[in-house]
């Protein structure tokens, strides 16, 4: 009895030392804090092996393949989030955003709509909802998205480009280089947006802009936007 007694204190000893799977989530999210995807992954799927249903691992495990660039690998691991627990908005825009990493479009508006009724709060939801129906060609829809997201923070250089590349698939050139400009007042570094801003005056306006245009071209080239160089050696020299 005594040697049994011992046995038993031993093996629970033992199993005092293997972590909980709350600790090897937790253990995880340092890891993911540390930008360490790997080790990240291994603690998850540590965790999932206790518990397979574990919501926040799935999802945790997710967003650390979606930093890897691995978006394939992400869809499945975000669809097993949803399904172990669908009230919760972030599984579902974080699918949306490895969708729209893939270019389907549509599948991610569908995510990005229910993480919206799911927590309307998110308004990081709006400019990648934004994003996915650029992609699709829907500009109006697209336009309201970004104007939703400048309404939260004006000062969102990429809101602003993006709005200005939705005004012109739109047939908007004016507001689109006014969008382009405000894009540019707020990163002077936009290669793309000095050149969409160039190709607008010399195209949409014409003539009267061609110097302007030209400015616009050239600095896009400076900056390393290649696309510019056909234009300012047609049009600029």
Known sequence: MKKLWILTLLL????GCSPSEDELFQEGINQMNAQNWKGAITLFD???????????????KGAALFQQEK?????????AAIKADSANYKAWFN?????????????????????????????????NRG????GMEEYEDALLDFDMALQVEPNQALVHFNRGKALLGNNDPGNAMKALNDA???????????????VTRMSAIGESEKEEGCADLKMALQLGYTEAKSWVDEFCN
């Open 46 to 60: 540590r965790a999932l092996e206790i518990n397979p249903q574990n919501a926040q691992a799935l999802n945790a």
């Open 131 to 134: 994003l996915a129906l650029l």
């Open 71 to 79: 978006f394939e690998e992400t869809v499945p691991v975000f669809s």
């Open 95 to 127: 699918r949306g955003n490895a969708q729209l990493k893939l270019d389907n479009f549509k599948d991610a508006v569908s995510d990005y709509n229910m993480a919206s009724r799911l927590d309307p709060s998110q308004t990081d939801i709006y400019y």
């Open 12 to 15: 629970a000893g033992l199993m």
């Open 184 to 198: 540019i007042n707020l990163d002077g570094k936009n290669g793309a947006a000095y050149y969409l801003l160039g």
